[in-house]
């Protein structure tokens, strides 16, 4: 949702609160673990200042007013915690470190702190009704950054899936400690990757079209439990992946992304626990991102922004996906020649108005607001 808050704005988590359920919309996805706050900027010295003291395990960090407000909201039926352990490495706090061979500290500090939130969510939100999703962000980011650490792949393969695996029996436990609560918690496990792969480029680890390499979905994910899969979806959506010709008709993108769904449904059918299954039977596959940079797509002479959005949440409904994320809801600061404007509001918390498709609506969040309901 962006790291910094617009101006006017007491707080960026607030701000995207308060924007999405104004939209209609059901269901918030926001990070709790110690690199930012969403007052200060990423990693600032000053995060979390002025919170309860000591503020920095996820259990804690959720119980700071303007995080808990998300789960208190009664607009908001599903939230998406992407979490987080933390350990100070003697800088300060930080995300436990996932590149490193994982031993008994990394597994009793993960155990431990998402077994402290799970009971936090229960204890405060058991009777809320509310469905709760803890995920990670993106494995295959974490592993192309592990490879290029130490250029191991099968520790870091062995490290993901011991990380992942703490998780969901951390979870598990839990929730079967609490049997009558109607908050439903679930573990996702996201990937991005479906037909690329990590390979060494030279003196760096890349994805890539060309066979070979290492993924999320081949290498991790049947090593894994969790109740459904959360597919960042831009591989999919943004452009296709052998040519990442971006200037292709809209309509495609409808194509790509249920065949893509069926891949990932089918790598992951002895991955997804039985308390999944009952929930979902085989529709397990929700789009915990789907973006497309206003700078990139917007001026395309095949459509810009809005046919894309349209397209890809068309596919998701149709196929079944029980959860769709759109990413962000605040534009982030630019950072160099990445693509810049996924925002569904910019910097200084306006729409920015854009090329109508075929719902006639001219900005992301109207396009939003339409798409609520069955």
């Given amino acids: 949702m962006g790291r910094r808050r617009p101006a006017g704005e007491t707080d960026l988590l607030t701000a995207a609160r308060e924007r999405t359920t104004a939209l209609g919309l059901g269901l918030l996805r926001f990070y709790v673990g110690p690199r930012f706050d969403y007052v200060h900027p990423y990693l600032s010295p000053r995060r979390f200042e002025g919170d309860e003291a000591g503020a920095r395990t996820p259990a804690e960090i959720l119980q700071i007013p303007r995080y808990a407000a998300a789960l208190d909201d009664p607009a908001l039926r599903t939230v998406i915690l992407t979490v987080y352990a933390s350990m100070d490495?003697?800088?300060?706090?930080?995300?436990l470190n996932l590149l490193r061979p994982w031993g008994d500290e990394e597994q009793a500090v993960e155990t431990t702190q998402i077994e402290a939130l799970c009971e936090l969510l229960y204890t405060r939100w058991g009777d809320s009704g509310k469905t709760v999703i803890l995920a990670n962000h993106e494995a295959d980011e974490k592993l192309m950054e592990s490879l290029d650490y130490d250029d191991d792949p099968q520790q870091a393969i062995a490290t993901l899936v011991a990380w992942t695996n703490a998780r969901h029996e951390a979870i598990a436990r839990v929730r079967e400690r609490h049997p009558d609560a109607t908050l439903r918690l679930l573990h996702a496990f996201e990937i991005a990757a479906v037909h690329l792969h990590i390979r060494k480029d030279q003196f760096r680890y890349r994805k890539s079209a060309r066979p070979g390499g290492y993924n999320a979905l081949e290498d991790i994910l049947p090593k894994i439990q969790c109740d459904l899969v959360s597919y960042s979806s831009y591989e999919s959506v943004n452009s296709p992946y052998r040519t990442q010709a971006v200037d292709t008709p809209p309509q495609e993108i409808e194509t790509r992304l249920a065949q893509d769904l069926d891949h990932i449904r089918d790598r992951?059918?002895?991955?997804?626990?039985?308390?999944?299954?009952?929930?979902f039977r085989d529709r397990f596959v929700m789009i915990g991102e789907l973006g497309l940079a206003r700078d990139r797509f917007e001026a395309l002479?095949?459509?810009?922004?809005?046919?894309?959005?349209?397209?890809?949440?068309?596919?998701a409904r149709k196929w079944g996906c029980p959860y769709i994320t759109v990413w962000q809801a605040f534009d982030a600061p630019r950072k160099g020649g990445e693509p810049w404007g996924y925002g569904a509001f910019d910097r200084a918390g306006e729409q920015p108005v854009l090329q109508p498709g075929a719902w006639m609506c001219n900005s992301i969040a109207d396009c939003l607001s339409r798409q609520v309901g069955p």
Wanted: overall charge negative.
């Fill in 89 to 95: 490495y003697g800088a300060g706090p930080d995300d």
């Fill in 268 to 279: 992951a059918q002895s991955s997804v626990s039985a308390f999944g299954r009952a929930l």
């Fill in 301 to 315: 002479q095949t459509g810009g922004v809005i046919p894309r959005l349209e397209a890809a949440v068309s596919a």
